[in-house]
C-alpha cells in the first residue's frame, strides 16, 4: 500500500464520455501531480497541485480538467477524448517544505489505464 | 531543456548475475537524481535518492551511483532474482527545489529462473 489510491483502475470511454479519475492520499502531503504515460514514451507531467494551488500545466489539452478540492483529493475530468489520449494515467504526492522550499520524494499511485474508442 | 535517456530499453539475464543499468542526462545542473521501479500496471516506487552532493546511495542489493559532471548515474543490482523482474526508470530534478522531474523511457529488466 503506497498510501496514494486512484479509481477506477481502467476506463473505456468513446471520444464523446464525460468522465473523472480519482486519487486520494492519505500521506498529509501538501502536493499533488498527474501524470501520463504512454507506451514507449517517459512520464510526462501534466499538473502540479501545490497547496491545493495549480502551480503548473505543461500545456495540457483542455479536454483534460483538473480539480483539486482539497490537499488530499485530486480529480482529472476528461471530456471529448481522443484516441491518443489512451495511456496510463499516474498520480503522485509529495511534501513540499515551504521553509527552504525542498522537496521530498514522490508517491505514485497505482495508476488508471484509460482506453479511448 | 533537460533530457534522460536510459539504454538498452529491455535487458533480460539469468538469475544471480549482477547488473548494471544506465542512465544518462543533458544538463548537469541538477538537485537529484531517483531510480523507480514500476510493475507491469502499476504505480512507481521509488528505490534510491542521490542528492547532487552525494557520490552514491545503497539499499541492500542496490546501489545507485552519480557521476553529475558527465551526467550519468548508474543503478547496481547485486545476485539478480526473478522478482527484480520489473522497469526501472531514472527521474532527474533539474536545479531549484521545487522544479519537476524529467523521466527517462525506463529500462524492463527480465531476471530468468
Known amino acids: 500500500e503506497t498510501g496514494v489510491t486512484q479509481t477506477p483502475r481502467h476506463l473505456v470511454m468513446g471520444m464523446t464520455n464525460k468522465k473523472s479519475l480519482k486519487c486520494e492520499q492519505h500521506l498529509g502531503h501538501n502536493a499533488m501531480y498527474w501524470y501520463k504515460q504512454s507506451a514507449k514514451k517517459p512520464l510526462e507531467l501534466m499538473f502540479v497541485y501545490s497547496l491545493e494551488e495549480r502551480v503548473e500545466n505543461n500545456s495540457v489539452p483542455s479536454r483534460f480538467s483538473p480539480e483539486c478540492p482539497n490537499s488530499s483529493h485530486l480529480f482529472l475530468h476528461l471530456h471529448t477524448l481522443q484516441p491518443e489520449d489512451s495511456a496510463l494515467y499516474l498520480c503522485?504526492?509529495?511534501?513540499?517544505?515551504?521553509?527552504?522550499?525542498?522537496?521530498?520524494?514522490?508517491?505514485f499511485g497505482p495508476g488508471t489505464r484509460l482506453t479511448v474508442l | 531543456k533537460q533530457e534522460v535517456t536510459q539504454i538498452p530499453a529491455a535487458l533480460s539475464v539469468p538469475e544471480g548475475e549482477n547488473l548494471v543499468l544506465n542512465c544518462s542526462f543533458t544538463d548537469s545542473a541538477i538537485y537529484n537524481l531517483q531510480w523507480f521501479r514500476q510493475d507491469p500496471g502499476k504505480g512507481l516506487t521509488s528505490l534510491l535518492l542521490?542528492?547532487?552532493?552525494?557520490r552514491e546511495q545503497t539499499s541492500g542489493r542496490l546501489n545507485a551511483s552519480l557521476d553529475k559532471s558527465s551526467g550519468r548515474s548508474t543503478l547496481y543490482i547485486a545476485a539478480s532474482q526473478p522478482g527484480d523482474s520489473a522497469t526501472y526508470l531514472c527521474a532527474v530534478r533539474s536545479s531549484g527545489a521545487n522544479s519537476k522531474l524529467t523521466f527517462g523511457k525506463g529500462i524492463t529488466l527480465s531476471v530468468r529462473p
Open positions: 542521490i542528492q547532487s552532493s552525494q
Open positions: 503522485a504526492s509529495s511534501q513540499i517544505r515551504t521553509s527552504g522550499g525542498v522537496t521530498d520524494t514522490q508517491y
